[in-house]
């Protein structure tokens, strides 16, 4: 019997699970495995949120991006892609609902002028669009030069969401707290800042390794892992972070339900480790279904990503029938 | 008054493949907390090539409304809550939610040609785009004006005088007026005293004269027209709004049977302040026998019965006539008509030569005289046997003058037969132009039992078919109420104009006369305020809802507590207050000492008499038809008490 192998190891104790969602692979740009130094304790432990006080800001600003982009044409083999960047802030006040507070957008062409023709380098310069240029060694293949555009791409929305969040955390009000759809050390001033948060969904980054890898990622629902603070390599800042499980991920996979969260590098942070924690167990809900990372995405994250979707050019993405054939003469 | 018009948009006009907008329907969102509601009009502008100008301008009115979040499925709420509802409210998020309504094109400029309406910005309908979009500029303003306020739309914070078009609803375009709702909750009779109000202050001088008759067929509905009612503030704002004067009416006649007595009128108008201005409403044999179908149930009407009835009108009724046994007979009242056929019957038995008595056989004789003298016994009061009739005043009906005839406690049969008559004359008159009105407006409540869907034929029915499909080139218009309009004949109700809803009931709305609202337009329907109608009218393509003031008239219920009815008077001093009333010098010890001994019947068909004639002197007019005093055989002792003060002003 096909399944009987299963039953026979699940009978001996390995957890029941699934698939692991595209989504949890995260960033291109960060590393796998770096490290990172116990704070709160040497060695990673799990603690249990659910008695603890939720913290309760009176109000919260939220922040995320997307980045839309389609071929829209070609130069000889070189692609030439129309990307569209947008970010921006929702807040939400004590009527629990959240309105725009702020929003940013950009639209960019990215190719590589050398490889295109004269005209088509003379019609782009004329159009006024934005160009990203696309390094030489990334253009010779069409599709090496599309996923460096992509890499550019994403280069710009997080610029966008970058400068976007240091506007918005100076008008932050004195009881309001930003909270950051990603990490927060790639901004000094969001790193800096004591009411800011990062809410890392996806999990390409890992800390730890052996007993504590285990530990970080078999964390029960409603428990959170000691305070760490992530070993960077380049210019990444200082900053204090830990895993938080929304939804028991037996059953599915390991990354089920997994947030990591960022906030600034200082003792304060470890003393409301679990106050955040314990907001952010109660941001479960609602659901942000029918996304597809639910587990895992915050609802105001996604109102975020809903809003931006609703305001973006409607024809950047390619409808599917288009690349059906043409019938008739 | 808020007639400013409100620049800010409060929605915008959305189509999708599976809602697109269309000539005749449009979908539009507005923000959560917005005034708009089911029953509201809304005005869509085309983005012209600046702003606000050039585009198409649409008018709709909002039907059905829809609410829903960004959740997928009632299943994750569930799971979100943890199963527990109370935690559904402690979500730090409030859901992303949608109001979306749909609204009915009711009006589209230019008109040509039909389009979708387009996808632009949505605006609270202001007075003028009411106007325009119920099409009412074409009536309201100009040379000859035929408005007819019939309530305030009320909605987003405006009030717009809603008008009827009188040419539409009192004809000759067409007419009638139809409302229908529950008991009590409805206020269809409210609604119609109010409407009554605002077609006499606003009816087209150029259309003539007009007045009201209404069959008071329930308790004291109508018994108290002349009396002012309680308003409030909002009714009397709204009244200015409407531009009619809240006032009672200023000329009501009021007409009802006596009791079987004869001499006690059978209303509740009764008490001493008020029943001196009620007329009896007595009928004879003429009077009844034109509509001895009405009395007739549905196995006797035969061709021989019918035929036998008209001889009696033709050939016998007011004539000299010889019964072939010798006999000479002048029928005038139903003791003649009697008299005849005892002549008949004793006449076929002693000369026992047949059944048949002029081509007519004894059996229908005597089922004619059956139902003849039961309509006298059934409707004692209203049907006298040998009495002078007391009637409306046909040929002298006075503008903006309503005639309350009060049926409520006649037996049934006697209320077909004054319905029928009533009607039948105001018709006649109408035809010949002598009734003293250019129109009359007449109300029939109950409509459910008048003129049903199904059931038997009757006259009643008959005739109020005919009022409605040629009523309103004679200016008979019937405003008629029901509670259920789908039990109602569907060519009367066909036949209104101008239809009115109160609150309705829930099984009514969900027969198939319904199936053109909106499930939203039910529910409104079905739980709608008192005061508040819905209105379809030629002018409107849609339903529109409207609010209206109370009737500045004496509720039945109140009038009754305040005035209310006096105990039946003994027959004497019934018969003096009859005439005191026409002659305040009579003192009651004169009227009683006339009456004393005498047959009631006697004393009845004096004071018919005196009534009718109207004497200057009442009380010798009264003697007279008296006639000589008859002594009884032994006189009872009187215990007669001279009057304290003989030269009192007292009245009687």
């Known amino acids: 019997m096909p399944s009987s192998w299963v039953d026979a190891i699940l009978a001996a104790g390995a957890v029941p699970a699934s698939y692991v969602p595209d989504a949890s692979a995260g960033r291109t740009d960060l590393e796998g495995f770096t490290g990172a130094d116990g704070v709160e304790d040497d060695e990673l432990r799990t603690y249990c949120v659910a008695d603890a006080r939720p913290l309760a800001p009176g109000a919260v600003a939220f922040l995320d991006g997307i980045e839309q982009w389609r071929v829209v044409g070609y130069g000889g083999v070189t692609p030439i892609v129309r990307g569209y960047v947008a970010a921006a802030v929702r807040r939400r006040g004590p009527d629990r609902r959240l309105r725009t507070a702020g929003e940013v957008s950009r639209e960019l062409a990215i190719t590589r002028l050398d490889a295109l023709a004269e005209p088509l380098r003379r019609a782009l310069a004329e159009s006024g669009v934005a160009v990203v240029e696309l390094a030489e060694e990334d253009a010779g293949q069409p599709t090496r030069a599309i996923q460096a555009a992509r890499r550019e791409l994403e280069r710009a929305r997080l610029a966008e969401e970058r400068g976007l969040a240091e506007r918005c955390l100076a008008e932050l009000g004195p009881d309001e707290w930003l909270v950051v759809d990603g990490v927060l050390s790639d901004s000094a001033a969001l790193s800096a800042h004591r009411r800011a948060i990062g809410v890392i969904k996806s999990h390409g980054a890992q800390y730890f390794e052996g007993a504590e890898l285990e530990r970080a990622l078999t964390l029960p629902a409603g428990h959170r892992t000691s305070v760490f603070q992530p070993r960077s390599r380049g210019a990444r800042r200082a900053i204090y972070s830990w895993y938080l499980r929304l939804w028991p991920w037996e059953g599915n996979d390991l990354l089920y339900g997994l947030l990591r969260v960022e906030a600034h590098a200082d003792a304060a942070t470890v003393a409301r480790a679990s106050a955040l924690s314990a907001w952010l167990m109660r941001e479960r809900s609602p659901l942000s279904t029918p996304d597809a990372r639910w587990d895992r995405l915050l609802y105001p994250i996604h109102d975020v990503e809903t809003y931006l979707r609703s305001r973006a050019p409607r024809d950047v993405l390619s409808h599917p029938a288009s690349r059906l054939p043409r019938t008739g003469s | ?652």
């Open chain 2, 1 to 652: 008054m808020i007639q400013t018009r409100d620049p800010e948009p409060i929605g915008r006009v959305v189509a999708t493949e599976l809602k697109p907008a269309t000539p005749h329907q449009f979908h539009f969102w507005t923000a959560n907390e917005t005034t708009i509601g089911i029953g509201a009009i809304v005005r869509v502008e085309e983005p012209g090539p600046g702003k606000r100008e050039g585009g198409r301008v649409v008018y709709g009115v909002v039907t059905d409304g829809f609410a829903y979040s960004d959740l997928a499925t009632p299943l994750h709420d569930v799971v979100s809550a943890e199963g527990d509802p109370a935690r559904a409210a402690e979500s730090p998020s409030v859901r992303q939610e949608i109001r979306l309504w749909t609204a009915a094109v009711l009006r589209q400029q230019p008109e040509e040609p039909l389009q979708p309406v387009p996808l632009g910005a949505v605006y609270v309908a202001s007075d003028a785009d009411v106007a325009q979009a119920l099409r009412m500029d074409a009536y309201v303003s100009g040379a000859q004006p035929s408005g007819i306020p019939v309530g305030l739309y009320t909605a987003a914070g405006l009030e717009a005088p809603v008008y009827l078009d009188a040419d539409f609803l009192l004809g000759p375009e067409a007419a009638h007026l139809n409302i229908s709702g529950v008991s009590g909750l409805a206020t269809k009779t409210s609604a119609v005293e109010f409407l009554l109000a605002s077609i006499f202050e606003h009816f087209p001088a150029h259309k003539g004269r007009v007045a009201a008759l209404c069959f008071n067929v329930k308790g004291p509905d109508l018994c108290f027209l002349d009396r002012p009612g309680t308003l409030d503030d909002a009714d009397r704002r709204r009244y200015e709004r409407l531009g009619i004067v809240p006032q009672p009416f200023q000329r009501v006649r009021y007409y009802a049977p006596f009791k079987a007595d004869g001499v006690n009128l059978n209303t509740l108008r009764t008490h001493p302040d008020l029943v001196g201005d009620v007329e009896p409403l007595v009928w004879g044999l003429s009077e009844v026998l034109d509509f001895a179908e009405v009395l007739l149930n549905r196995d006797d009407i035969d061709a021989k019965a019918d035929a036998f009835i008209d001889f009696l009108s033709d050939r016998v009724l007011n004539k000299e006539f010889d019964d072939g046994f010798g006999g000479g007979h002048r029928v005038q009242t139903f003791a003649d008509l009697d008299g005849l056929f005892r002549a008949i019957f004793d006449g076929l038995e002693l000369s026992g030569r047949s059944d048949m008595w002029r081509t007519h056989h004894i059996a229908t004789i005597r089922k004619v005289r059956n139902r003849l003298s039961n309509i006298s016994t059934r409707c004692k009061g209203l049907v006298t046997d040998d009495g002078p009739s007391s009637d409306l005043p046909w040929g002298g009906f006075e503008d903006r003058t309503v005639y309350v005839v009060d049926v409520a406690n006649v037996d049934p049969l006697g209320q077909d037969l004054v319905f029928a008559r009533v009607v039948s004359k105001l018709r006649e008159h109408l035809e010949r132009r002598d009734l003293g009105v250019e129109a009359v407006v007449v109300f029939v409540d109950e409509l459910n039992k008048y003129a049903p869907g199904d059931g038997p034929e009757t006259y009643v029915r008959k005739m109020l078919l005919d009022i409605s499909e040629r009523g309103r080139y004679l200016g008979l218009v019937l405003f008629a109420a029901e509670q259920f309009r789908s039990q109602v004949h569907r060519r009367v109700v066909g036949n209104a104009g101008t239809t009115l809803f109160g609150r309705m009931d829930a099984d009514e709305l969900a027969t198939p006369g319904y199936h053109v609202l909106s499930p939203a337009v039910k529910i409104k329907l079905a739980t709608l305020p008192i005061g508040e109608l819905m209105v379809r009218h030629p002018h409107f393509t849609q339903p529109i809802f409207v609010r209206f003031p109370r009737p500045a008239v004496l509720r039945g219920r109140d009038g009754v507590e305040r005035f209310p009815p006096a105990a039946d008077l003994s027959f004497e001093d019934a018969v003096v207050r009859q005439l005191a009333r026409l002659d305040r010098r009579i003192r009651p010890n004169q009227v009683k000492d006339l009456i004393a001994e005498r047959r009631p019947d006697d004393v009845r068909r004096a004071l018919a008499a005196v009534r009718r004639t109207r004497p200057d002197d009442a009380l010798a007019y009264f003697r007279r038809m008296l006639g000589a005093r008859v002594a009884p055989a032994t006189a009872p002792a009187r215990e007669a008490v001279p009057p304290l003060n003989p030269i009192s002003e007292e009245p009687y």
